[in-house]
């Protein structure tokens, strides 16, 4: 499940597939001695893609260290506070009529 926070702010630009796969990326990593989420890249080569890990880099949201890639936390400021309150408070979802076809609500 990639975090609403990541639909807004700094984060709007970022593709879907980097959103998804630094989901994906820390399903498969495992925590270090610190305490630390990490993916060893070099065990991973095969799932990692480097203009998905630019992206990531770009944003904050992952830093690679001795061919290992560490994960940041999502930085949630007020302009996303605002942004998710704002599209949650529209009320904006389908729902399902007896026909099974969908209606916006």
């Known amino acids: ?20 796969m630094w989901v994906v990326y820390q399903n498969l990593g ?4 610190q ?5 060893n890249l070099s065990d991973n080569r095969q799932f990692i893609k480097n203009e998905i890990i ?11 260290k ?5 994960f940041n936390h999502v930085e949630i400021d007020a302009q996303i ?3 998710i309150n704002e599209f949650e408070n529209k009320n904006v979802g389908f729902v399902s009529v007896p026909t099974g076809t969908l209606t916006k609500k």
């Open 1 to 20: 499940e990639v975090p609403k926070a990541l639909m807004f702010g700094k984060y709007r630009e970022l593709s879907f597939e980097a959103k998804l």
């Open 30 to 33: 495992c925590f270090d001695n």
């Open 35 to 39: 305490g630390l989420l990490t993916l």
């Open 54 to 64: 630019n992206e990531l880099l770009q944003c904050n949201l992952i830093y690679i």
């Open 66 to 70: 001795d061919d290992f890639m560490y």
């Open 81 to 83: 506070i605002n942004d």
